[in-house]
């Protein structure tokens, strides 16, 4: 069984801070995504990381997936009330159909 | 282009009664997944169906089903409902079930008294 475990769970930072939120597995997927769910909606795609050691910028948000591809990060920078929400990350597997493991979730909360 | 929709969006339950909830993809779009997002689980994944056949099945017991229409709609059907299936019912879909980008619909919540 593959597992993403995400942390951490919850954050809650002021306007402007930077911050890092990690996925980390033991298995090796064939991509990972982070996405963006606020109350009430579905998770909304940020972005996909492919490459062993890519690094993705988006904004203020900054992905990177790492060498092995076992694990990813997501940085923001400056953050701002915006950026309230659930974070989840996901290891496409691509062998085993259309099917997305996802981590627990990081709940940000950006105080103004 | 629509989103992908589900329906009904909220619904209420009691145990053991049996639900179906319905997920209509964007159009062209032949690969339908469907998870469920609990506050304790977090989001799991179910099934996903393409061109009306069961590709990849999670690890859920046999009460949760699904089935996939001509049109590419789907169906996930739940029976003698438990209360821990109180949870956001979410499908998502993309065009051939590849690498491509899931999107997902806003969900159904359901809650099983």
């Known amino acids: 069984t593959q597992l993403l475990e995400q942390s951490p769970q919850f954050l809650s930072i002021q306007e402007g801070e930077n911050l890092t939120v990690y996925c980390n597995s033991s298995s090796v997927f064939s991509s990972l995504q982070w996405y963006r769910q606020e109350p009430g909606e579905g998770p909304v795609l940020l972005v996909t990381v492919v490459t062993g050691g890519e690094v993705k910028k988006l904004k203020r948000l900054t992905f990177q997936f790492g060498d092995a591809r076992k694990d990813s990060s997501l940085h923001i920078t400056a953050a701002q009330p915006g950026d309230t929400g659930l974070y989840l990350c996901?290891?496409?597997?691509?062998?085993?159909?259309?099917?997305?493991?996802f981590g627990g979730g990081t709940r940000l909360m950006v105080k103004p | 282009k629509a989103g992908v929709t589900q329906t009904p969006r909220y619904l209420i339950k009691t145990r053991g009664q049996q639900v179906t909830l319905s997920c209509s993809p964007i159009s062209g779009h032949r690969s339908v997944s469907w998870y469920q997002q609990t506050p304790g689980q977090g989001l799991q994944f179910l099934f996903e169906?393409?061109?009306?056949?069961?590709?990849n099945k999670g690890n859920f017991p046999g009460r949760f089903s699904g089935r996939q229409f001509s049109n590419s709609r789907s169906e996930m059907n739940v029976s003698t409902l438990e209360l821990g299936d109180s949870a956001l019912y979410l499908c998502a879909s993309t065009q051939t079930g590849g690498r491509e980008t899931q999107y997902f619909g806003p969900g159904t919540r359901l809650l099983v008294l």
């Open positions: 996901a290891g496409f597997t691509y062998n085993a159909g259309n099917m997305l493991t």
């Open positions: 169906y393409f061109s009306e056949t069961q590709r």
